[in-house]
């Protein structure tokens, strides 16, 4: 899967946004992605914002999917081990795929706000990577399991753009050397940035490898972000950020 989004939209951590200059153009990522991925079906956002799925070279364990609803564009890579317990706690049907489920629960945060997005995350059990767009908002919703299970890779192309892919080989023909892993049991939300839904009053910051130049984006234990006080039960929303 494959995703690219302007600058102005995404609003990346500064780490990640940093040098801009290599890699190629958004216009040039699609015509590589589709040269490479030859059944690759193409839904184009606003702008040069677009995203992009194939099954070519699918491991049967961890399967693509994808699915529009209301305007919501959620691209899935993975398997949940709850998937029959979400769609009950979302009032699915049987027939809800993991990408369903996903849309469902960003409705619940975008719309039962103030709601904590860890929570969201943490109820999922499996292993999954997930990239998820609302076009009305605009807003940007990415996710990976804590383990890192799934492949999951964003960097900068040339003009600025983000880019989001589960194949190295594609992020690596988009950005050049200006991309690096999503970090695992992490969620990014272009609103309200990086952040772990494991420890979300820890800062989630970029750090400088000295072998590559790299960023790598990990968890400080030392930085604290601060929370609202607990307020009973009913405003329990402490952990919202």
Known sequence: MLAVFEKSVSKPPKELSLPVGGGNRSDEIIEIFRSWRSDSTFYHLSSDNFLALSHQGENPAIPRSVVVIDDIFCMFSGALHNTCEMRRHYGLSRQATEAMIIVEAYKVLRDRAPYPPDQVVKELQGKFAFILFDSKAPTLFLARDRDGSV?????????????????????????????????????????????????????????????????????????????????GSAANWANAV
Request: charged share 20%; net charge neutral.
């Open 151 to 231: 492949q999951l890779y964003w960097g900068t192309a040339g003009d600025g753009s983000v880019v989001c892919s589960d194949d190295p080989n594609v992020i690596s023909a988009a950005c050049d050397k200006h991309y690096t892993p999503f970090p695992p049991g992490c969620i990014f939300i272009n609103r309200s940035g990086l952040m772990s839904f494991d420890h979300p009053l820890n800062k989630v910051r970029g750090f400088m490898r000295e072998d590559d130049g790299r960023v790598i984006f990990k968890v400080d234990p030392y930085t604290r972000i601060p929370s609202i006080p607990r307020i």
